[in-house]
């Protein structure tokens, strides 16, 4: 495989894609590029069970059960790089957003959740595009781009 091949592949990840980026700021993506090269502790590209092991015991939980390790690695599709920590992200960020509209001031129910989703679909990588449905929500209307 030629080397630009390559870096591209393991930019993407393993089913992964470069359509993420566009759910985050630039200042978004560059601070959770930093969280993740704190955890990335043996610098491979790649979030392992002894990277979490290390960077948990760095914060002070020293008794981590293996199972718990791999629960955490088994959320990802595959090895978790940088495109799919930022993709695992993007997905928490989701079931976050629809817990604070459905929970907080204004409750959104179930159909208007139903009816958010329909407005504005995940691609077909599965991303969404949060920074449109915040302005929807906030404006009433969608932006012109």
Not at 4 to 33: H, L, P, T
Not at 70 to 81: C, D, T
Request: hydrophobic letters at 35%.
């Amino acid at each position: 495989m030629a080397p630009k091949k390559a870096k591209r592949r393991q930019q993407q990840g393993e089913g992964g894609s470069s359509n993420v980026f566009s759910m985050f700021e630039q200042s978004q993506i560059q601070e959770y590029k930093e969280a993740f090269t704190i955890i990335d502790q043996n610098r491979d590209g790649i979030i392992s069970k002894d990277d979490l092991r290390d960077v948990l015991a760095t914060m002070g939980q020293l008794n981590v059960k293996n199972e718990e390790l791999e629960a955490m690695v088994k959320e990802a599709s595959g090895p978790i790089n940088f495109t799919v920590f930022l993709t695992m992200f993007g997905e928490k960020l989701k079931g976050a957003l629809e817990e604070l509209l459905t929970t907080q001031c204004d409750r959104f129910t179930a159909e208007e959740m139903t009816n958010l989703w329909a407005a504005f679909p995940p691609d077909v990588a599965g991303n969404v595009d949060y920074k449109n449905i915040c302005y929807v929500i906030t404006h009433g209307e969608e932006k012109e781009e």
